[in-house]
């Protein structure tokens, strides 16, 4: 070995050392988070495809008349129509894009449904274990969003004694929720029952549709609102409510902290300092 490499090897022993990396002592080190189901994209943007008309309605509504409120936690999803934040969302166009989303199991209709997925996996029942599968189609032509990107308990108003969080902006146009079989692949127009082979289960007790596929297919992304039946909310983004301004940015800035933890090179794993 030659006088630099030496140097260089001394001198990466030494960088470890402060940083508090050691063997790890077995392999490499196994993450404690299970997989995720598929298609899970984090329960701060559910889908919404599984309310009830007339909640997805009130939500809609709830929107134009400000930035909507929410109680959101382990006990389920409340919207607080008594509640609000002085604020509006405007619409922002985009390019149309389509997507299936095939949910073959009880556990990735809770996942990916979070709000309302437990009542659909109960109306098929067993279903999901022989072959059937819940299909959702997608046509998504825009976004609502505002600007706001925290508000504080100081910034609500009305009855707000259970918000946590507000709706900071939402995925519209159009979808279409039916029952599938995992032998018989369909595009979204089948989905929403205008193909050839569309609808397998038109008389399903899951079947939802909500908004006209022929109207978004109208969409440009320059449009300064979505189509008259294109407008449907898909799914919406939600931030939790801080206590003031000063927790809001903390939280922010310690989200931007590096972490020592990542420093160490596998297959090294941080120790404690004075631990060997």
Not at 9 to 27: E, F, H, N, Q
Not at 106 to 135: C, F, Q, S, W
Not at 186 to 199: C, H
Not at 230 to 255: M, N, Q, T, W, Y
Request: proline share 5%.
């Amino acid at each position: 070995m030659t006088a630099r490499a030496l140097a260089g090897t001394r001198l990466l022993s030494a960088l470890l050392l402060v940083l508090g990396c050691g063997p790890s002592g077995g392999g490499e080190p196994k993450s404690p988070v299970a997989a995720s189901p598929k298609f899970v994209t984090g329960n701060l943007e559910p889908m919404i495809v599984d309310w009830q008309p007339e909640e997805r309605g009130d939500l809609e509504i709830s929107m134009r008349e400000g930035l909507v409120v929410v109680g959101y936690d382990e006990t389920g999803f409340r919207l607080l129509k008594d509640c609000h934040v002085d604020g509006n969302y405007e619409f922002m166009g985009m390019t149309r894009r389509e997507r299936v989303v095939r949910l073959e199991s009880a556990e990735d209709v809770r996942a990916n449904l979070p709000l309302g997925g437990l009542g659909l996996a109960a109306k098929l029942g067993g279903e999901l274990e022989h072959g059937a599968t819940l299909d959702i189609a997608m046509v998504m032509v825009g976004k609502l969003r505002t600007t706001w990107r925290t508000v504080t308990a100081k910034d609500l108003v009305g009855q707000c004694a259970q918000a946590s969080h507000f709706v900071r902006g939402a995925t519209v146009g159009a979808f279409a929720v039916d029952r599938g079989e995992r032998s018989q692949a369909r595009a979204v127009a089948e989905i929403f029952g205008l193909g050839a082979g569309g609808g397998t289960a038109k008389n399903s007790m899951v079947r939802i549709v909500d908004g006209q596929l022929p109207d978004c297919q109208r969409a440009t992304p320059d449009s300064d609102k979505a189509p008259a039946q294109c407008g449907a909310l898909i799914r919406v983004e939600l931030l939790p409510i801080a206590a003031s301004k000063d927790d809001a940015k903390a939280k922010a800035l310690a989200e931007r902290e590096p972490s020592l933890v990542d420093t160490c090179p596998r297959p090294l794993v941080r120790i404690e300092a004075g631990l060997r």
